[in-house]
C-alpha cells in the first residue's frame, strides 16, 4: 500500500472486506495498517471474503473500524434504499456509503440516497416513460464509450436489470439478447410500452410489448 501511495501524486482509496473469515475476522487491523501506508479513505464491505455474499452484512464491525481509524470510511453491503443507508450511516458512523448491486437497472437510487442522506427528502423513482428514456441514453452511451462491438454486449446486461425478472421481461431479454447493432438496440428500447403492472402496486416498470 505504501508503495503505490507512493508512486502516484493523486489520493489512492482502498476497498476491504471485514477480513477473510469469520474466525479471521481482522478488518479493524487491515484498516489502520491501510491508514499508517497514507491511504486516503476506505471502503468495507461488511462480510468476510469467506462469507461471499452469503448472511447478513456485519454493520457493527464496519462502526469498528469507522471508530479505530481517522480516515473517511464507507459502509457498503446489502444497501436497497435511502432509508437503509441513513440507517446503515448511522449505526456505524460512516462518512458515507458505497452501492452496487441495488442501482443495477436504477441508477436514480444514488441520487435518492444522497438527496435522503442531505436533506432528509428525496424524489419518488422516475415513471416507466422517463425510465425508458433513461435506459435509452444509458445505453447509447455505452455504445459511445465502449464502442459498437463491446457496447452492444455490455448494454445487454444492463437491459436485464432495467427490466427485472418476470415472465415478459425475461422475453425482451431474450430478444434484446440477439440483437447485434447499436441502431438495433437502440430501436428495441423504443418499442418497449410502459403500462403499469397489474401485480404491484410500486413504481410502473418498463412492462410490455409494444401492440
Ligand atoms: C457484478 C459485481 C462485480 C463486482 N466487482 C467488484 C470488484 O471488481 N471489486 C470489488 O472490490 N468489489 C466488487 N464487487 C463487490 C461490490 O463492490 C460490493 O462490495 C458488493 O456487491 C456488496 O455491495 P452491495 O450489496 O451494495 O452490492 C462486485 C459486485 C458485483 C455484484
Known amino acids: 500500500l505504501a508503495a503505490v501511495v507512493s508512486a502516484v501524486a493523486v489520493p489512492v482509496t482502498l476497498k476491504i472486506r471485514t477480513g477473510s473469515s ?3 475476522r481482522n478488518g ?3 484498516a489502520r495498517i491501510a491508514e499508517d501506508a497514507g491511504i486516503a479513505a476506505l471502503a468495507v464491505h461488511g462480510r468476510t471474503r469467506a462469507c461471499a455474499f452469503k448472511g ?7 462502526a469498528n473500524i469507522v471508530r479505530a481509524v481517522d ?14 443507508a441513513r440507517a446503515v450511516r ?3 458512523g460512516a462518512a458515507g456509503v458505497m452501492i452496487g448491486r441495488a442501482a443495477q437497472g436504477r441508477p436514480w437510487l444514488l441520487g435518492q440516497v ?5 436533506r432528509g427528502e428525496y424524489r419518488a423513482a422516475p415513471g416507466a416513460r422517463e425510465q425508458r428514456t433513461i435506459l435509452a441514453q444509458h445505453v447509447a452511451h455505452l455504445h459511445a464509450f465502449y464502442g459498437d462491438f ?5 448494454a445487454r446486461k ?4 432495467y427490466l427485472g425478472d418476470s415472465r415478459l421481461a425475461r422475453l425482451h431479454r431474450s430478444k434484446f439478447n440477439r440483437l447485434e447493432t447499436p441502431v438495433d438496440q437502440l430501436r428495441y428500447i423504443e418499442t418497449l410500452t410502459t403500462t403499469k403492472s397489474p401485480n404491484t402496486t410500486s413504481t410502473p416498470q418498463i412492462e410490455d410489448l409494444a401492440a
Open 22 to 24: 469469520p474466525a479471521q
Open 28 to 30: 479493524v487491523q487491515i
Open 56 to 62: 447478513e452484512v456485519e454493520y457493527d464491525t464496519i
Open 71 to 84: 480516515i473517511p470510511v464507507f459502509a457498503n453491503g446489502d444497501i436497497d434504499s435511502p432509508e437503509r
Open 90 to 92: 448511522d449505526h456505524t
Open 114 to 118: 444522497a438527496d435522503y442522506l442531505e
Open 150 to 154: 463491446m457496447g452492444t454486449r455490455i
Open 158 to 161: 444492463h437491459f436485464g436489470w
